[in-house]
């Protein structure tokens, strides 16, 4: 009998101890409704209610998720969702970036004019879907939160109505996202058809007790959603998106997007392939077919990421395929997670080392944009030491993170994450994300040469930081130079996580 039809009433009902640790979810679904109540009533004006509303969601959100980050796991809704240290460790990092995005956003919509409540109420929803992904047990339950983190961000792209690009964006985006969804959505089919279940342990429990069942329809749909990742993660050769949406969309979103949504899908993947026995009892014609796909993906994906980043001088571009790059960097966390001692632990300690300094760049590029996100030229950085020079530091230690220069928290990620792909023998793999990285320097070098080497073009305009803003870039600051020197705390946070699935 298939999951779908052995879900009883009863089953559904919540414990006390279940419903304690949905209290993270129950937190911002409750910030979602009260902040779309505030912004209908016409007695004041929706702007600073709904504000509000939204950080005391997402504040109070991360505080119950550290809180649960030593719970017990805790299934839920028949297995169909779990609580465990992994969910609530990436609960925390969706929640800061909703967070921190929620703050840069604020000033940005009133300078362009967009300040309408839909806006934070869109981020919540993204948040919530994301949420939901990484604690995530039914490939059914993976599909629905995916598409509510999705076409709230849809909507994001395209929050620049009145701006052409913005509009592209977000319809090349629309588009080619429902395709993958779809892609998607006809893997789980298949494997559904295979199997009889799409809860991903009783998947495997009947691989194991069947292997006939992993037939080549089961590795069809098991390919095709993989390729549904891939596409989210924007990993070569299902990249051609990002660019484009990158440069159309608010520079808030492209940060959430850069860090929230590459974080909601690399966590999911990492659930999905530990449930599902990635290394420990998958078949092994499908492994060794999912390791290909992988580490032909990766290579592609550094090489693109590295190599056409340098011809790049729109920053946003630039930073879309620094991201691409990155997101290749993942992948080998993801390839060695299976037979490295380390486990996935230096995956998931990349994604939050990256998720903070690609955020930090973005919400600095906030502060130098004109109207429309103009001004965003790498030659537009020209001696901007000299006019501010804070902010011209700030974007330096996260471009050198970005680069994995010591002693800031790019470099231990890198150490750790080719470190854990040596000791799983992928000796090839590890040399050319070396020399990818290698290559990479030079465009991240090249933005630190214009801002302190360069004399200003013109005459610059002088900059007005708004104290949270400022708070919030020094805050990353002191996160990205701290791990970098003293990185145990996070690593092994990172490892616990891993260890409780």
């Given at each position: ?26 937190l ?16 004041f004006?929706p702007?600073?209610?709904v ?6 969601a ?8 550290f809180?649960?980050?030593d719970?017990s ?59 939901l ?39 090349k985006y629309f ?79 492209t ?6 949504l590459?974080?909601a899908a ?6 999905v ?10 078949s ?13 993906s ?23 395929y620094?991201?691409?790059g990155?997101?290749?960097?993942l ?15 230096p995956?998931?300690?990349y ?7 690609n955020l ?28 501010h ?20 928290s ?63 870039v ?5 996160f ?22």
């Open positions: 009998m298939s999951t779908l039809t052995t879900i009883r009433p009863e089953l559904l009902r919540l414990s006390q101890d279940q419903v304690g640790v949905l209290t993270p979810y129950f911002i679904l409750s910030g979602i409704i009260l902040a779309i109540l505030a912004s209908v009533l016409k007695i004006s702007k600073w209610p504000f509000i509303l939204v950080i005391a997402c504040g109070a959100g991360v505080s119950e998720s809180r649960l980050l719970q796991p805790v299934l839920l809704f028949n297995g169909m969702m779990i609580s465990d240290t992994y969910s609530n460790f990436f609960n925390i990092l969706f929640l800061l970036a909703a967070l921190f995005t929620s703050i840069i956003s604020f000033r940005y919509l009133d300078r362009e004019k967009l300040q309408h409540p839909e806006y934070f109420i869109l981020l919540l929803f993204s948040a919530l879907g994301m949420m992904m990484a604690s995530s047990l039914d490939l059914i339950v993976i599909f629905i939160a995916l598409e509510l983190m999705s076409i709230a961000v849809y909507v994001l792209v395209g929050f620049r109505r009145a701006d052409r690009r913005s509009n592209e964006a977000a319809m588009i080619l996202g429902s395709a993958a969804s779809a892609i998607l959505l006809y893997g789980v089919a298949l494997i559904y058809g295979a199997t009889g279940h799409t809860q991903l342990k009783m998947i495997f429990t009947v691989m194991q007790i069947h292997p006939e069942s992993t037939s080549p329809v089961f590795m069809l749909g098991a390919i095709l959603v993989l390729i549904g990742f891939l596409f989210k993660v924007s990993c070569v050769p299902f990249h051609m998106w990002m660019p484009d949406v990158y440069e159309g969309a608010p520079i808030p979103v940060g959430f997007m850069a860090t929230g590459k974080a690399f966590a999911t993947l990492v659930r392939f530990i449930t599902m026995g990635y290394g420990r009892g998958l092994e014609i499908l492994q060794h077919r999912v390791h290909d796909l992988l580490w032909v990766a290579v592609l994906t550094m090489g693109v990421g590295s190599f056409v980043g340098l011809t790049q001088t729109n920053l946003k571009r630039l930073l879309a620094s991201s691409i990155h997101s290749g960097y992948l080998i966390g993801v390839i060695a997670g299976s037979k490295s001692d380390l486990s996935f632990a995956g998931v300690f994604l939050s080392i990256y998720a903070v300094m930090g760049v973005f919400i600095v590029l906030g502060l130098l944009s004109s109207r429309d996100d103009s001004g965003l030229n790498i030659h537009d950085l020209a001696g901007l030491s000299r006019r020079p804070w902010i011209a530091f700030s974007l330096a230690v996260f471009i050198l993170a970005m680069a994995g220069i010591p002693p800031t790019g470099f231990v990620a890198k150490y750790l994450l080719f470190y854990s792909a040596i000791q799983a023998d992928e000796i090839i793999l590890t040399i050319i994300a070396v020399l990818c990285s290698a290559v990479s320097v030079y465009y991240y070098l090249r933005i630190l040469v214009y801002m302190y080497m360069m004399e200003p073009m013109g005459s610059p305009r002088l900059l007005r930081v708004p104290l949270w803003t400022g708070f919030t020094a805050a990353m600051v002191v990205t130079i701290h791990m970098g020197i003293l990185p145990a705390g996070l690593v092994d946070l990172a490892r616990k996580a891993i260890t409780s699935l």
